[in-house]
Every structure is written in structure tokens, then in C-alpha cells.
């Protein structure tokens, strides 16, 4: 079973994002009911890197400039927020 999560699941947001922390506990509990049930497999998938990944509102957060087009400037120009991504898939 595919589950979309966001990196701010795991309670990393820092001063300046909109992100409400404490879905992690969820995602655990998810996981528990999966392996009591049986016959699935959980892929976390991960969507919404911090500083956009894309720069698309399904990112998390719509950096695209006035002409609508889209900016990974704030994740893959941000050594920092690609280092926050890593740990939180690691």
C-alpha cells in the first residue's frame, strides 16, 4: 500500500513553516494495524521535501514565480534542506 508522507511527519519543521507536527505517531499506528491484518506491504513515499522539491502546491508549497512556473530553488539550491531530506529518509 502506497502512503504518501510529507517530511514534516516527522516533527522536523523548523521556525517559518506552516507545518503542524505529530502525524508520525499516526503513520506508526497505520503501520501496526498493516502487519496485524497481513498479506500487504506499506512504501512510505515521500512527497513534500523540505523547501519544495518542485516548487508545486503537491509539494507542500508553491514557489512558482508570477508566470506560474515552477522552482526547486528552495530544496536543490539549499545544501541544508537536501541534507534534512536525507535524514529524514534515512
Not at 499506528?29 to 498479506?39: D, M, S
Amino acid at each position: 500500500m502506497r502512503v504518501p508522507l510529507s517530511y514534516w511527519i516527522r516533527g522536523d519543521v523548523r521556525p517559518g513553516e506552516p507545518w503542524i507536527p505529530g502525524g508520525w505517531k499516526y503513520f506508526v499506528r497505520f503501520a501496526k494495524w498493516v502487519k496485524e491484518i497481513g498479506g500487504m506491504h506499506i512504501w512510505a513515499d515521500l512527497h513534500g521535501a523540505p523547501g519544495s522539491e518542485n516548487g508545486f502546491d503537491n509539494s507542500g508549497q508553491y514557489l512558482g514565480g508570477s508566470d506560474g512556473g515552477s522552482t526547486c530553488d528552495g530544496w536543490s539550491k539549499n545544501p541544508a534542506n537536501v541534507e534534512r531530506t536525507v535524514e529524514i529518509l534515512t
